[in-house]
């Protein structure tokens, strides 16, 4: 048994895998700060730590005395969007939590630590699907910090010997398959929950940002890779990469349009959901679809679920939780 820390694990990918950790028989403990992480959502019994990783006095005091086999960091303000307003803060807050954890990890005998990334590490990337040899061009602060994480691991390796596993998820969506836990944001600015708050009658309509793109329907395209999916390759990632140390590419490789993805939601949920064009919004590109021949050779992992199940897992939870865990 591996006992796992996982930062972040009240939030939307951390309590999916949590879920997945605890079902493989793992120990889990879980750090959060619930500054955007949902306490209804951490399993009873699992224990919380609630420290603010950017704090690192608070960051010993709370670890201090345990023993970790592996650590799963998830924690992180995460809206691209929002990372343009505020640079500084995404830079300072996500970089400066991750460096007072990775520092307590290589003092503290930690062998493995996987970082939840993204595919926003390559901003600008084009039609093709994207492989992680490809240019890395962070698209905004938001992929700028987790990029400067995974370049500090890459000390942490050479200083003291840390493996880690840099997970870049392209678009995470759907829900835990039973539909018991979820995505919940506040505000809410991703594509799939906003349509199915449509659906709902929450909101009138779905705004489309823009439909000038070069893609097939003018629309951005997008590779939507289900929470589940993500959570089993954190998995792989702390089972099979023993000695050696990986930045993986994460997606199914199939890319869908917003309006594909609008077509599908009519479809599984059976409601028409009105949508009108508006403007682009800045910073999106066209196109992002991953090349995760990489991830399925070294973790062995294959996803499983394709758009209809990811719309229609998070589905059942909308419906069964019009307010989220509120
Ligand atoms: N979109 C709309 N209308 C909306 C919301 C989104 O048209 O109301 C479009 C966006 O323009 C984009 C697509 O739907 O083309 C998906 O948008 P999301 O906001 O759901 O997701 P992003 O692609 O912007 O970002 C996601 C994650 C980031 C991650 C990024 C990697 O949220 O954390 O993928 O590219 F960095």
Redesign the pocket.
């Known amino acids: 048994m591996t006992r796992v820390l996982v930062t972040g694990g009240a939030g939307y990918v951390g309590s999916h895998t949590v879920r997945h950790l605890l079902g493989a028989g793992h120990d889990v403990v879980i750090l959060d700060d619930l500054s955007t992480g949902h306490a209804e959502s951490v399993p009873h019994g699992t224990p919380l730590l609630r420290v603010d990783l950017r704090d690192a006095q608070a960051v010993r005091a709370g670890l201090d005395g345990q023993r970790f086999d592996a650590v799963m960091h998830f924690a992180a303000r995460?809206l691209?969007g929002e990372s343009m307003q505020k640079p500084y803060e995404y830079l300072r807050d996500n970089f400066g939590g991750a460096l007072n954890l990775i520092e307590w990890c290589s003092q503290h005998g930690v062998q493995r630590f996987v970082l939840s990334s993204?595919?926003?590490l390559f901003g600008n990337a084009g039609q093709e699907p994207i492989a992680e040899t490809d240019e890395i061009a962070p698209g905004s602060p938001?992929?700028e910090s987790k990029f400067l994480i995974e370049r500090a691991l890459s000390w942490a390796e050479r200083v003291h010997g840390l493996r880690y596993a840099c997970l870049r998820y392209?678009?995470a969506a759907g829900a835990l398959e039973d539909g018991s836990i979820g995505e919940h944001h506040d505000p809410e600015?991703?594509?799939?929950p906003?349509v199915l708050q449509v659906a709902l009658g929450q909101r009138e309509r779905?705004?489309?940002?823009?439909d000038d793109y070069p893609t097939r329907d003018g629309t951005?395209i997008?590779d939507y890779i289900h929470v589940s999916d993500l959570a089993a390759a954190h998995l792989a990632a702390i089972e099979r990469l023993e000695d050696r140390s990986v930045a993986l590419n994460l997606g199914n490789g199939a890319g869908f349009s917003?309006l594909e993805v609008l077509e599908t939601a009519r479809k599984v949920t059976g409601h028409p959901i009105p949508h009108v064009l508006g403007e682009r919004?800045p910073g999106?590109p066209a196109t992002?679809v991953a090349c995760s021949d990489q991830a399925r050779k070294l973790l062995d992992w294959t996803p499983k679920y394709d758009l209809d199940a990811i719309i229609s897992h998070a589905w059942a939870w909308h419906s069964k939780h019009p307010s989220g865990f509120r």
Not at 189 to 192: M, Q, R
Not at 206 to 210: A, E, T
Request: glycine content about 8%.
């Open positions: 995460s691209v993204t595919a926003n938001y992929g392209f678009n600015t991703h594509l799939i906003i779905v705004s489309v940002f823009g951005c997008r917003v919004r999106d992002l």
